[in-house]
C-alpha cells in the first residue's frame, strides 16, 4: 500500500513540477520564442539527421503525435507501447489509457469499458472496419488480439462524420503494420517463458506455459510492394483459488432476522489456454496515383478449464443453524449441522475463432480529387461445453460444518466432520436434491459482417475549407446464437423422475490427487478423471425447454450510412483553427428469427420473426483552437448512437393467460424486441493540450451526455389477437391487446465526467533525469443513468466506475528498460457468464492491479546486436477479483490469480 501512494505522490509532484514549468515557459514572449526558433533551425534538422528516438520513448513520442494531429478527441497508444510492455492481449494495453477501464475475467483484461460505460454502448474497429465478436453481442473480447500483431490504436472519444461504425461511448481502431511505411525489412522473434505463482491447483494442470511471436515486414520492386507477415503463439496456464456464496436470506430459524450464508462454493481452477493469431499486408504502391492494401487477421483462442470444488447448502437447505456468532446483523461464524455437500468435477471447454479481410483501394485522380473504395468481411465463431459432474456421500449420510466469515475478504473458513478426499466415503450421485446427476450446456455463437464503402474527397487551395469528404458505406451482419443443453444420467440408475438414488462407485484407475481448497480451510476435495469419468458412467438426456429455446436466435441487420464531412483548416487572427463539420445519416434494417411459446410449451414452440426500420441522422463538429506556446483547445459536439445489443433483439417471447380480481383474462409474457432503436445521446466535450515539444504533453478534458433514448425492460403492449389458446383452456377469451416485460426504448439520463492526463520525460526538468520518465492519467464520472429505467432502484449502468486511475514511471537509457504500472479502478457493475450461459450482472470491487517489468537490449555495433532481455511480473500484489450483493454489501464471489513472472528473449534484425 506504501508502494501504491508512493506512486500517487509522485505521479502529483510531477504534474505540479510541470505545470510550473509551463508558466516559467509562458514567460517567455511569442517574438523571443520565434527568434530562437529561427536561430536554431539549421542545427536542428543537423540533429534531427543524427539522432534517432528509440525504445519507449519513441513509442510514446508516436503516440503524442497522433493525439496532437487528431482533429477528434482521441487517445493513442504507437507500436513501441505494445511492444515495450508486452501484454497479454491489446486489452491490457489500452486499458491504461485515460478514461478507459478493463474487466477481468479468469485473470485476464477482457472487455472494456469507456467513459464509464461498457461496451455495448462502444465500437470496435480494425483498420477502420466494424469488427465482429464471439460473444453472445456486440462487445468485443479483447483478449482475442494479441497485441504483438497490433502496431497502433485510436481511441476516438469524439465522433467526425467519416467515422463509420461510431459508437456512443467512443470508438476504439485497432491498426496493423504498413510496410511501405517501414524504410528497410525488419525480422524479429521473440519468445517468453511464463510461471504462475499459485502452482498446479487442480492434478494434472500446468503452472508455467510460453510465448512466441515472429514478424516478417519487407519492402520490393522499388519499394513499391510491401509485405507484412505475424504470427503469435501463446500458451499460458490460469490458476485461480475461488469461493463464492449462494447468496444471505435473513429468514434462517436459526438466527432470523439476520444475513446468514445461504451456500458456500469452495473451488480451484485450472485452465489451460492456447491462443494463436496470424496477421498479413500487403500493400501496392505502383504509383503516386493508384495505391491498394490487402489486409487479413485470423485468431483462434482455445481454453480447457477445469474446476473442483465443494458446494455446501446451508442458509437454503434443511441444515440447523447452532451457536450462531452476529456482528452487525451478519451471522459471521457457527455452526451447520445435517448437511450434505456436493463435490463436483467440471471442465469448461471453449475454441474461440476470429477471421477478417479488408482490401482497400485509393486513386488520387489529380490534385483536387481522390477516390477510395473498400471492401470487407469478418467472421466469428465460438462453441463452448459446460460440463458438470456430481458425487457426494450416499444417501443418508449427512456432516456438520463449523463456519467463521473473515471480515476483510468476506469468504469464510470451513471445518467439516467427514475427510471428502476418502474415495471410500464418496459416490457418483446428486447430492443436492437437484433430480439430475450432472448437466451439459454447449453454447454455439456465428456472427458475420461484410461491409462495402466507398469515400470522395474534394481539395481545395484556399478557403476555410481545406477539403470536402462524402461517402456510402453498406454492410449486412447476421449473428446466431443456439445453446443445447442435456441432463446427465447415470448408466443403470432410475430414469430421471423415478424413486431411487443413482449411486456408482468411481473406478480406482480414474480417481487422481485431491484437489486443495485449504484457502477455505478445507484439506481437500474428491477428484476424478472428468472426461474419463464422462465416457464410463454417464449417458445424455437432451433437455429442452422454454430458457432454452429463448437462447436460440437469429438477428439480421442490414445498414446503409450517408455522410458528408467538411475539413477546416485556416486561422483566426494569430490562431490557428483546424477540424471538422458534417453529419452522418444511417438507415438500418434490422430482423429477428425465435420462437414463441404459449405456457412455456416447448414441444409445441412456433418460429416467430419480427424487426423493423428506422433512420437515425448524426450532426457532429470538432474544432482545435493552435494557441500560442504549443497549446490546444479542442471543443466537440455531436450527436452519439449505439446500436441495442443483439440478444436484446431477439423475437422470442414465452407468453400465458393471467387473471386479474375481476376474472379478466389477457395475456402477458416476456422476450425480446426485434423493433428496438438505438441508444442515442446529444455529446458535448472540451479539452485542454499543453504540449512540451514532440516528447510531453499535459491535458484536462471534460464530457457531458444526455441520453435522449434508453433501453430498459418495460411492460409493453402488443397485438395478441392471434394467440393461439392453450390445449384444452376453457376460460374467458383473453383480451386481443396483451402485455411483454422486454427491452423497450425509454428515458435515459445524463453522464458526466472529467479527465487529467500527464505523459513527460523528466529530462524536462534537469539533465540529470534523462532517461526517466511518468505517463499518469485519471477520470472521474458522475451519472444519473439508472440501469432499469427511471424509476427503477437506485443501481448503475454496467461498466461505471466513479474514479479509474493509471499510473506508469519508466526508465530508458543506454540499453536498460524499466517500468512499473498501476491501474485503478472503483466500484463498478460488470457482467459475466451466469448460470444459463447467459450475461448476468455482478456488482465488482474496486482493485488495484501492479505490473512491473525491466530489460536490456544490447547496442547496435556490438556483437549481441538486435537481443534483448525481458523480466516481467503481472499483477505483482496478487490482487485479488471480488464481488458483492447489491442490496447487503456481502460477498457474493472472492478470486486469487496469483501473480504471472515471464522471463523473454527478443532478437531483431
Known sequence: MKFRRNLLSVALLSATAMLAAQAHAQEATQAQVEAEAAAQTDDT??????????????GIERAIEAKRESTSIVEAISAEDIGKLPDVSIADSINRLPGLAAQRVAGRSSTISIRGLSGDYGTTLLNGREQVSVGDNRTVEFDQYPAELINGVVVYKTP?????????????????????????????????????????????????????????????????????????????????????????????????GNYVLGGSKSLASSTDNTRQGLMGVLQWRPSDSYETTLDLFHSEFEK??????????????????????????????????????ILRNDLNEGDDKLFAIGWNHKWTLDDYWTLTGDVSYSSAERNE??????????????????????????????????????????????????????????????????SFRLDFERRFDSGMFSSVEFGANHSE???????????????????????????????????????????????????????????????????????????????????????????????LGSIGLRGNVGVQVVNTDQSSDGFFLIAGDAANATPISGGTDYTDVLPSLNLSFLLPYDQTLRVAAARQMARPRIDQLRASNNSSIVFNQADEARWEGSGGNPELEPWEANAFDASYEKYFGDSGYISAAYFYKDLRTYIYDQQIEVDASGYPLPEGYTGPTPSPIGYSTSPANGEGGSLSGWEFAVSIPFNLFTPA?????????????????????????????????????????????????????????????????????????????????????????????????????????????????????????????????????????????
Do not use: C
Not at 449417458?539 to 475539413?567: C, P, S
Open 385 to 450: 461445453s459446460i460440463l458438470e459432474t456430481y458425487s457426494g456421500t450416499r444417501a443418508g449420510v449427512t456432516d456438520s460444518v463449523d463456519f467463521r466469515l473473515d471480515q476483510s475478504t468476506g469468504k469464510p473458513t470451513l471445518s467439516f466432520g467427514l475427510d471428502y478426499t476418502d474415495p471410500a466415503l464418496i459416490v457418483l450421485t446428486d447430492p443436492g436434491g437437484w433430480g439430475q446427476d450432472g448437466y451439459i450446456k454447449t453454447p454455439q455463437v456465428e456472427d458475420e459482417l461484410t
Open 45 to 58: 534538422a543537423t540533429d534531427l539527421d543524427r539522432i534517432t528516438v528509440t525504445g519507449v520513448r519513441a
Open 304 to 341: 480447457a478449464e477445469t474446476t473442483r470444488f465443494l458446494e455446501v447448502p446451508l442458509g437454503w437447505s434443511g441444515a440447523t443453524l447452532v451457536n450462531p456468532q452476529v456482528e452487525n446483523g451478519v451471522v459471521v461464524g457457527g455452526t451447520f449441522e445435517n448437511v450434505r455437500p
Open 160 to 256: 467526425d462524420a467519416s467515422l463509420v461504425g461510431q459508437g456512443l461511448s467512443g470508438t476504439i481502431d485497432l491498426r496493423t503494420v504498413r510496410p511501405l511505411a517501414f524504410p528497410d525489412r525488419v525480422v524479429s522473434l521473440n519468445a517468453r517463458y511464463e510461471e504462475n505463482s499459485l502452482g498446479e491447483l487442480n492434478p494434472g494442470s500446468d503452472d508455467t506455459g510460453a510465448r512466441l511471436s515472429a514478424s516478417y515486414i519487407d519492402q520490393f520492386m522499388d519499394d513499391t510492394l510491401g509485405v507484412a507477415l505475424g504470427y503469435s503463439r501463446y500458451d499460458a496456464p490460469g490458476q485461480a483459488n475461488r469461493w463464492e456464496a449462494w447468496g444471505y436470506p435473513t429468514d434462517n430459524g436459526g438466527s432470523p
Open 769 to 909: 533525469l534523462e532517461g526517466f520518465g511518468i505517463q499518469a492519467n485519471h477520470s472521474d464520472t458522475d451519472s444519473s443513468i439508472k440501469r432499469q429505467g427511471p424509476d427503477g432502484p437506485d443501481e448503475p449502468i454496467a461498466g461505471l466506475s466513479d474514479k479509474v486511475t493509471n499510473i506508469t514511471l519508466y526508465y530508458e537509457r543506454a540499453g536498460f528498460q524499466a517500468r512499473v504500472s498501476q491501474r485503478k479502478r472503483s466500484d463498478f457493475l460488470g457482467e459475466i457468464q451466469g448460470f444459463g450461459a447467459d450475461r448476468t450482472p455482478r456488482y465488482i470491487k474496486g482493485e488495484e492491479v501492479l505490473d512491473a517489468q525491466i530489460g536490456y537490449s544490447f547496442a547496435d555495433g556490438t556483437s549481441l546486436e538486435g537481443l534483448s532481455l525481458l523480466l516481467q511480473v503481472n499483477n505483482l500484489t496478487d490482487e485479488p477479483y471480488r464481488e458483492y450483493f447489491f442490496d447487503s454489501g456481502l460477498a457474493q464471489r472472492y478470486e486469487e490469480y496469483g501473480r504471472s513472472v515471464l522471463f523473454g528473449v527478443g532478437y531483431t534484425f
Open 477 to 571: 451482419r447476421e449473428k446466431q446464437r443456439s445453446v443445447p443443453e442435456a441432463f446427465l444420467e447415470l448408466v443403470g440408475g432410475p430414469a430421471r423422475g423415478e424413486p431411487g438414488a443413482d449411486e456408482v462407485v468411481v473406478d480406482p484407475g480414474f480417481i487422481l490427487n485431491p484437489v486443495d481448497l485449504s484457502f477455505t480451510g478445507i484439506p481437500g476435495s474428491f477428484s476424478y478423471d472428468i472426461n474419463g469419468v464422462l465416457r464410463e458412467y454417464y449417458e445424455l438426456a437432451d433437455n429442452i425447454n422454454a430458457d432454452i429455446l429463448n437462447k436460440q436466435w437469429t438477428v439480421n441487420e442490414e445498414q446503409d450510412t450517408f455522410y458528408v464531412q467538411g475539413n477546416i483548416n485556416t486561422n
